[in-house]
């Protein structure tokens, strides 16, 4: 097994990045990127995470500051008590902090890519994934016009994105879908509520099937398993669930009522890698599909989401956008880009293969502490 020896320093910072255009959701608006970074360092060499919370608790109730206080007074010390240890340890370990998904993953993907770059090897061989090209697939927010819609919609299409998603929300669904689907009627197209319906809704939910999309993504309460069960026997359209999934028993859960057909994994969300991994076999074995899910990720966090997509089970396109769809300037040195036909490459190298600019990190950072 893989060990890290032992753990020299740990460096936070927040970085803020101006989004290319603000992402509308039914939960909020988000103009900036502000990104709770992990900078890892054992023997001279350094492996980053990236936290995916934002500074406010609309999507769940992690934000950048509980992470950072979970991280710094349970998280690291923890891993200061440990001497040689594999990741497994750790995760055991912080399976002893009750939630705190979020703060968990960054601190296991920090040390994922140390691990890597230690052992010489990419993050996919490491966490036994195939090397391939994995897809792309955009989420489009919630516009104010149609003509916006239709045009980030023909832009994505045009780049060969293998699935758009789109925003909606009530009073914002049925009529644009309709919209969607007769002007674009050969798309791979879904719709994401991020919870804004109640099962009261069903009549509003029912008129999707007719727009042929490939998902309904989180329509119900964000923490709801038992009544998407009923909603899913009375609509066509498979459910997706995303918010209301936070670890491997969430799964279980919800495959055993039939509450959805499909299941979005964030990495973070449930707590990092490795979870994700246990989450997408059982999946797949239950012949429920899986994706990975975007959290509008500076270039170290998307990084993790592709070498996730390595992974068996991964074989629905999720929220990997090229970088330049989110930020003109990113904080690492590969951006990600689609190529032709819309996939995209594993960035070379060990570790995730990104490497964090110290220009732009001294640039865009707004919080640099040393907690170790
Ligand atoms: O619900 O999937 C979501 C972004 C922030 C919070 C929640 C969600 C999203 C996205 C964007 O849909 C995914 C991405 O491109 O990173
Ligand atoms: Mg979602």
């Known amino acids: 097994m893989k060990r890290i020896k032992k753990i020299d320093s740990v460096d936070m910072y927040v970085v803020r990045l101006p989004l290319v255009k603000p992402f509308e959701t039914s939960f909020s608006v988000q103009t900036h990127r502000e990104a709770l970074l992990l900078k890892i360092t054992s023997d001279d060499v350094s492996g980053w995470g990236e936290c995916v919370t934002a500074p406010d608790p609309y999507y769940c109730y992690e934000t950048n500051s509980t992470s950072s206080d979970i991280i710094k007074d349970f998280l690291i010390p923890i891993l200061m008590t440990l001497k040689s240890f594999s990741i497994e340890t750790v995760l055991q370990k912080f399976d002893r902090i009750r939630g705190h998904n979020m703060a968990k993953a960054a601190v296991e993907n920090a040390l994922l890519d140390l691990l890597a770059r230690q052992y010489g090897m990419p993050l996919f061989q490491l966490i036994g994934g195939e090397d391939q090209k994995i897809m792309s697939g955009i989420s489009i927010g919630i516009k104010d016009d149609m003509d916006n819609l239709f045009e980030s919609i023909q832009g994505a299409s045009d780049k060969k994105y293998h699935r758009i998603k789109i925003k909606i929300k009530k009073g914002k669904d049925v009529e644009i879908l309709k919209a969607v689907r007769k002007t674009f009627p050969f798309i791979r197209l879904m719709a994401d509520a ?23 993504e989180q329509p119900l309460n964000y923490d709801d398993i038992y009544f998407h069960s009923f909603l899913q026997k009375k609509i066509d359209t ?11 028993n969430d799964a279980k859960t919800a495959v055993a009522l039939g509450s959805c057909k499909i299941i979005n994994i964030k ?20 012949n429920i599909g899986v994706w990975s899910g975007g959290m509008l990720e ?3 966090g998307r990084a993790f989401n592709i070498h996730l997509q390595t992974l068996p089970g991964f074989v629905l396109p999720g929220d990997t956008s090229e970088t330049s769809r989110y930020f003109t300037e990113d904080i690492v040195d590969k951006p990600v880009v689609l190529e032709p036909d819309g996939f995209i490459k594993i960035p070379d190298g060990f570790g995730t293969g990104v490497n964090v600019l110290s220009e732009k990190l001294d640039r865009f950072k707004i919080f640099h502490a040393r907690i170790v």
């Open 194 to 216: 991020n919870a804004d319906y109640a099962l009261e809704d069903i009549h509003i939910l029912k008129q999707f099937d007719a727009f042929d999309l490939m998902m309904i």
């Open 238 to 248: 498979p459910v997706c669930l995303d918010e209301s999934i936070k670890n491997l």
């Open 267 to 286: 990495q973070g969300r449930v707590g990092g890698m490795m979870t994700s991994k246990a989450i997408a076999a059982y999946c797949t074995d239950k």
């Open 298 to 300: 500076t270039g170290i």
